[in-house]
């Protein structure tokens, strides 16, 4: 594990870089609770992680969208329609305020970058593109290439052999403690994003570093 600092920065991609509030609104727009978004989207991980476990890879947008059907029915008159629209949603995420100045400040620290999603690559590049960010990110990595989602080591070791980096050279950042906790475990450095206050669950491996947004993460690193 590298508490030192890293030569590969893997981010995480899913709320760690993405603003999910349009999700939200999305669901407001017809006509049912907001909140129903965070339950949705944590029913997608459940789901996917139990299909990980058992040995499948499984597709994110399908996990989601055959999800949606069983919160919509009974409270919207056209279910296809309303899937459409909430699943359409993802194409209008943009990265949190604090992201593009972070990626920059960790390239001018002399780190390499990449993501690493449980999403599709399509998702983040178009996530990256539209805040004109793409080139600051150098290689856009997605489960859909690996044998198993995150949190499986399986995922870690993917981006590692695609970068030609040893696991104690990089370091995971997200904003999800399973996703450090997996990481940890797989022998990367890690550091949770603090985003939305909270404290980090103590039966999960603690993070090496914990910042509040991704510039902090790059002074934290260019001290190191």
Same mark, same amino acid.
């Given at each position: 594990?590298?508490?030192?600092?890293?030569?590969?920065? !893997?981010?995480?991609?899913?709320?760690?870089?993405?603003?999910?509030?349009?999700?939200?609104?999305?669901?407001?727009?017809?006509? !049912?609770?907001?909140?129903?978004?965070?339950?949705?989207?944590?029913?997608?991980?459940?789901?996917?992680?139990?299909?990980? /476990?058992?040995?499948?890879?499984?597709?994110?947008?399908?996990?989601?969208? %055959?999800?949606?059907?069983?919160?919509?029915?009974?409270?919207?008159?056209? /279910?296809?329609?309303? /899937?459409?629209?909430?699943?359409?949603?993802?194409?209008?995420?943009?990265?949190?305020?604090? +992201?593009?100045?972070?990626?920059?400040?960790?390239?001018?620290?002399?780190?390499?970058?990449?993501?690493?999603?449980?999403?599709?690559?399509? +998702?983040?590049?178009?996530? &990256? %593109?539209?805040?004109?960010?793409? =080139?600051? !990110?150098?290689?856009?990595?997605? *489960?859909?290439?690996?044998?198993?989602?995150?949190?499986?080591?399986?995922?870690?070791?993917?981006?590692?052999?695609?970068?030609?980096?040893?696991? %104690?050279?990089?370091?995971?950042?997200?904003?999800?403690?399973?996703?450090?906790?997996?990481?940890?475990?797989?022998?990367?450095?890690?550091?949770? /994003?603090?985003?939305?206050?909270?404290?980090?669950?103590?039966?999960?491996?603690?993070? =090496? &570093?914990? *910042?509040?947004?991704?510039?902090?993460?790059?002074?934290?690193?260019?001290?190191?």
């Amino acid at each position: 594990m590298a508490a030192h600092r890293p030569e590969l920065v !893997v981010l995480d991609v899913n709320e760690t870089l993405s603003d999910m509030s349009p999700l939200r609104r999305r669901f407001a727009d017809l006509g !049912v609770p907001q909140e129903w978004a965070g339950t949705w989207f944590a029913s997608l991980l459940r789901d996917g992680f139990a299909l990980t /476990v058992t040995g499948d890879n499984p597709d994110f947008a399908q996990v989601g969208r %055959e999800l949606l059907p069983g919160f919509l029915a009974g409270s919207v008159e056209d /279910v296809p329609a309303a /899937v459409d629209h909430v699943m359409d949603g993802f194409g209008d995420l943009a990265l949190h305020d604090d +992201v593009v100045p972070g990626l920059r400040a960790l390239r001018e620290a002399g780190l390499r970058v990449v993501t690493l999603s449980n999403g599709s690559t399509a +998702v983040a590049q178009g996530l &990256l %593109e539209r805040a004109g960010a793409a =080139d600051l !990110v150098e290689r856009l990595l997605s *489960v859909e290439d690996a044998p198993r989602w995150k949190p499986a080591p399986e995922a870690y070791r993917h981006a590692l052999d695609v970068c030609g980096v040893a696991a %104690e050279r990089a370091m995971l950042v997200a904003v999800h403690p399973w996703d450090v906790h997996g990481a940890h475990r797989a022998g990367l450095g890690t550091a949770w /994003v603090a985003r939305g206050g909270g404290g980090y669950p103590g039966h999960l491996s603690a993070p =090496d &570093l914990t *910042v509040e947004d991704l510039p902090a993460l790059a002074r934290a690193l260019a001290e190191g």
